[in-house]
DNA sequence: AGCACGCCGACT
DNA sequence: GTCGGCGTGCTC
């Protein structure tokens, strides 16, 4: 029998003996626990070995997972779908389809203690028990009221805890019997939701819904994943959950993903006003125990959708109908530490088409990757260009900074948006002014040599915060107090340069000391809560102005928003990375998509050194199609995605000679091993140390992404045994990457 | 990830 | 001559 064990870094299939208890209960697809190397293993059955390893002594098999059933062959071929196509091991790939809670020796469940009333006349016993033990008497009269049978919980909320003596009485007399419940971690046991009817949909949302329809029921091979592209505030979200109803009404499973940050208590609540009970959300700030039994209940078939973010899209589902993408173009689909380095929307596009499920992908600001795929035709690409009851896009001005320094405006505010904030708050309306930084100032430089200060574990500028007072690396977390002297040429001429999101919270409260400004960015919302806290607070309007970063960008809904201010929005497009233009068109657009969206129209204010970039424009336009064919000629020229597929290694290790040796000898590898794509590089990668180590990296590009992939893993074998990266250097793999930092 | 094995420098 | 560091390979 060949048994996969869950050791990272092995892909090898080890043989195991099937032992006489197990012997006809297994089935490919099992969990087991083996023994290996003098530890147990959490392992997967993969059927019987074709021929067991020669001289070797084989073990046997010590037990299966508990409660824990074979998963469904689909998932498994995905699983090694994900392996093949992201470079990582099975094993590694295997670790999404269980939670880590089901690995543990013994899988802690939420019981309950209950107790049964077991005498046969209550109230003789009670009137016997009146005088001499009222407690027990009155515990006793409880339970004959109850109809025989409580929690302990409600016993004790309901008599006190005092209750707890005389319930021990009780037990040893035999008055009262305890059993355990085993009871579900409900995450929304305290919520209770009214169920809301659907609204009605607009023109467009039918047109589209219809559209949906006719991929549901066409047959598989004529199927067609739908993109559907809605600007901000166009209703997405009901479509999705028109869509689900359709799917739950042919009797199939539907998983719907939604990125990290927008898995909001809002958003979910929305499903379970729709659909109830018949909801399980899966995300990461679940308790493990939770998480695990969410998934014990999709993989029950007790729910039929599933809410959840990147690693949902592996729900334990079996006859999957529906999968969508909400917001397909987040980079938060593509998981980064852990290998495999997976997108969410590939992996999903491939459970689909191995399930004969339907893939629905919505963005306002469509990946450049998808929006070309609709161009060329494998999307059915659906519309929706109007918002909700016809309400206008608010307009975008583009204001240009140099003109502003030409003026002796040194302020982070234009005049502009100045002008703006004046009128919106003295019309008592809402602001949201946005900056992709946080801390005071964004770096720190000596006048006299130039020299910017570093963090000494990252090649990367120090940011200094104003509420801690020191500087931090926003990378590794390394703190420095601020220097008084240059710490390479001891100068005290000393500079604080660009701002970030608390040098924009203190100008704004010195402009205007009697607005109300809060500020939500990591450092705001560390606290569990406090991002929930913050929004709410802006919600009731208890807060004028919010000033933040990345995280205010998404889907927020505030009616009473009428201007929405981009402080810079060059930060994002100045990165080394192809992605930049796109990665600001989308941030553009998506925070512009916050204003006007209340009876009152919006407007936004963009404050930029480069108003003439093409991004910036189409985005002031409200023009994906403009930027979209700007982008995808630039992409083409220079052979980027989608015409090109990448693959980043990124070799990293304490010494710098060892890194820059093995990334050389990474090289040699794939060029006699006969890689036959482009190999760029090897060079210091952008970031050149992070956390104390150095990093080479190396780019390979290709049209053909499984073959490529394919073929490094064939250089890699060939050189076993001649070559082997040692252990002090570390190399990442990265295939399709989302930034090559 | 943990453990054994082997090579090389430092010290009894 | 031996002890112990650590770099390397293996675990059915
Ligand atoms: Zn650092
Ligand atoms: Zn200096």
Redesign the pocket.
């Known amino acids: 029998m060949a048994v996969d064990v869950t050791?990272?870094?092995?892909d090898?299939?080890?043989?195991?003996?099937v032992p006489r208890s197990l012997a006809g209960r297994l089935t490919p697809g099992q969990w087991v626990r083996?023994?290996?190397?003098?530890?147990r293993l959490v392992g997967l059955y993969v059927g019987p070995a074709e021929r067991?390893?020669e001289g070797?002594?084989?073990?046997e098999i010590a037990g299966l997972l508990p409660d824990i059933p074979p998963i469904p062959a689909p998932l498994v071929q995905l699983a090694r779908w994900t392996a093949d196509r992201y470079l990582s091991t099975f094993p590694a790939a295997l670790r999404l389809l269980l939670p880590t809670e089901a690995r543990r020796q013994e899988v802690r469940t939420l019981t309950i203690t209950n107790y049964r009333l077991n005498v046969d006349d209550v109230e003789a016993l009670v009137s016997e028990l009146r005088r001499r033990a009222p407690r027990q008497a009155e515990l006793l009269a409880y339970m004959a009221r109850v109809g025989g049978e409580a929690e302990r919980a409600q016993v004790l909320a309901d008599l006190g805890e005092s209750i707890a003596g005389p319930i021990r009485v009780a037990l040893e007399k035999g008055w009262l019997t305890a059993g355990r419940v085993a009871r579900r971690r409900d995450p929304f046991a305290d919520e209770h939701v009214e169920p809301a009817p659907p609204p009605v949909l607009t023109p467009e949302q039918e047109q589209a819904l219809a559209s949906i329809r006719q991929e549901l029921i066409a047959p598989p091979a004529f199927r067609q994943p739908v993109l559907v592209h809605g600007v901000t505030g166009s209703g997405k979200t009901e479509l999705y959950l028109r869509a689900i109803a359709l799917v739950r009404e042919m009797g199939k499973n539907a998983i719907c993903l939604v990125p990290e940050i927008s898995l909001t208590p809002q958003m979910i609540q929305r499903f379970r006003a729709r659909f109830g009970g018949d909801v399980a959300v899966l995300h990461s700030a679940l308790s493990a125990g939770e998480r695990f039994d969410e998934w014990q209940r999709i993989r029950r078939g007790e729910v039929s959708i599933v809410v959840g973010a990147r690693s949902a899209v592996f729900a334990p589902f079996e006859n999957v109908g529906l999968i969508i993408i909400d917001e397909e173009h987040e980079q938060s689909y593509k998981q980064e530490a852990p290998p495999p380095a997976y997108h969410a929307r590939e992996v999903a596009a491939e459970r689909a088409r191995l399930e004969g499920a339907l893939l629905v992908l919505g963005s306002a600001t469509p990946a450049l990757e998808s929006f070309h795929l609709a161009q060329t035709g494998v999307y059915r690409l659906v519309s929706l260009g109007h918002r909700i009851d016809n309400r206008p896009l608010p307009p975008v001005t583009l204001v240009d900074m140099r003109e502003e320094l030409r003026a002796g405006n040194r302020s982070i505010f234009s005049r502009a948006l100045v002008e703006a904030l004046d009128q919106t708050l003295s019309a008592r309306e809402q602001a949201i002014l946005f900056l992709n930084r946080r801390g005071y100032n964004t770096f720190i430089m000596c006048r006299s040599c130039g020299e910017a200060i570093q963090c000494v574990h990252c090649a990367v500028a120090l940011t200094y915060h104003l509420g801690d007072d020191h500087l931090a690396c926003h990378y590794c977390g390394y703190t420095a107090p601020v220097p008084l002297v240059c710490p390479s040429c001891g100068s005290d001429k000393i500079r604080h340069l660009g701002a970030g999101t608390e040098r924009v919270e203190q100008e704004l409260q010195r402009l205007y000391p009697h607005v109300r400004v809060a500020r939500m960015d990591v450092d705001t919302t560390r606290r569990k809560g406090a991002h929930a806290a913050i929004l709410k607070r802006f919600a009731d309007h208890e807060v004028d102005v919010l000033v933040g970063t990345q995280m205010i960008t998404k889907g927020l809904d505030f009616p009473g928003v009428t201007l929405v201010g981009v402080v810079l929005a060059d930060t994002s497009l100045n990165l080394p990375d192809f992605r930049a233009a796109e990665r600001t068109f989308q941030l553009v657009t998506q925070v512009a998509g916050r204003a006007g969206r209340g009876d009152r129209p919006g407007r936004v204010i963009v404050q930029t050194y480069q108003p003439d970039h093409a991004a910036l424009q189409a985005a002031a336009e409200h023009d994906y199609h403009r930027f979209f064919a700007e982008e995808i000629r630039f992409r083409q020229e220079l052979d980027y995605p989608p015409f090109a597929h990448m693959i980043h290694l990124v070799i990293s290790g304490e010494d710098e000679a060892a890194v820059a040796a093995t990334a050389q000898n990474v090289h040699r590898v794939l060029a006699e091993g006969g890689f036959g794509g482009q190999i760029l590089g090897p060079a210091p990668a952008p970031l050149a140390k992070l956390r104390g180590k150095y990093r080479y990296h190396l780019v390979l590009k290709g049209p053909d992404v499984r073959a490529m992939a394919a073929e490094v893993k064939a250089c890699f074998a060939a050189a076993r045994g001649k070559w082997?990266a040692?252990?002090?250097v570390s190399l990442s793999v990265d295939v399709d990457p989302v930034s090559i930092l």
């Open positions: 050791a990272e870094g092995t090898k299939l080890f043989t195991y003996l083996v023994p290996f190397g003098g530890r067991p390893p070797v002594a084989l073990k082997r040692s252990r002090s």
